[in-house]
């Protein structure tokens, strides 16, 4: 029987995403018609941009603990979070959660240096990228890598809040993005890129990049389904 999976969802479209892609390729893993148990909850998603806006990763922290208890409750197994910038604030519960998580960043890590990857691009929010949340998880597995321009930064992060979280797909934010890209291929020498928002698959398709993907959403749900029928 597969582990009870547990979503501590931020936004919805990355959540959504995650749920999905855990469900759609389930039959591979289980079988014709199976999908493991799954229990989502999602705070008011408003309350978390207002902490993050005032860098207040306790609050960040407070109401993931509040959503994973109420998986845990609901009979969850293990949690994973399909939001790469509140795992800033998740090492503040981890020693007060009921059950374990499965960290995205680990989980990208992993994938990249499976892949033979060198250096990365990173693409995120402005709280992830300037956050130490990636750069030592990469160290750790000898992989080096690359953040967006200052200003490229603030345009990414327009994009996610303003955009991408209320499910918002543009050409101009798809151009954006692969500018961006083409900088981190051209000028820095990267191997692939990090789409380290979980909203970033919608926008940036393998087709569209110029660079291979490490889409986090997508391998979150997989690992989860991989540790989830163990």
Same mark, same amino acid.
Request: aromatic share 6%; charged share 20%.
């Given at each position: ?5 547990? *979503? ?95 960290? *995205? ?74 500018? *961006? ?50």
């Amino acid at each position: 029987m597969a582990k009870h999976i547990g *979503i501590v969802a931020c936004s919805a479209p990355g959540a959504a995403l995650c749920y999905t892609t855990i469900c759609a390729e389930a039959p591979e893993i289980m079988g014709a018609n199976h999908n493991p148990e799954i229990s989502l909850h999602m705070m008011d998603f408003c309350e978390h941009v207002r902490c993050m806006e005032r860098h207040d990763w306790d609050g960040v922290a407070n109401l993931m603990l509040r959503s994973v208890n109420k998986v845990a409750a609901a009979g969850a197994n293990f949690a994973i979070c399909p939001d790469n910038t509140c795992h800033i604030a998740l090492p503040k519960i981890e020693g007060n959660s009921p059950i374990p998580w499965l960290h *995205i960043v680990d989980v990208v890590a992993d994938a990249a240096k499976r892949q033979g990857c060198r250096r990365l691009g990173l693409l995120g929010t402005r709280y992830l990228v300037e956050s130490s949340v990636y750069p030592e998880r990469l160290a750790s597995r000898g992989i080096e890598w690359c953040l967006p321009a200052a200003g490229d930064r603030d345009v990414v992060n327009r994009i996610i809040f303003d955009e991408l979280v209320f499910s918002r797909i543009t050409r101009e934010a798809q151009a954006h993005f692969v500018r *961006i890209i083409e900088t981190f291929k051209s000028a820095h020498q990267c191997d692939a890129v990090v789409l380290g928002c979980t909203e970033i698959p919608l926008v940036v398709t393998p087709e569209a990049s110029p660079l291979p993907t490490l889409d986090s959403t997508r391998l979150l749900a997989r690992a989860a389904l991989k540790m989830g029928c163990q």
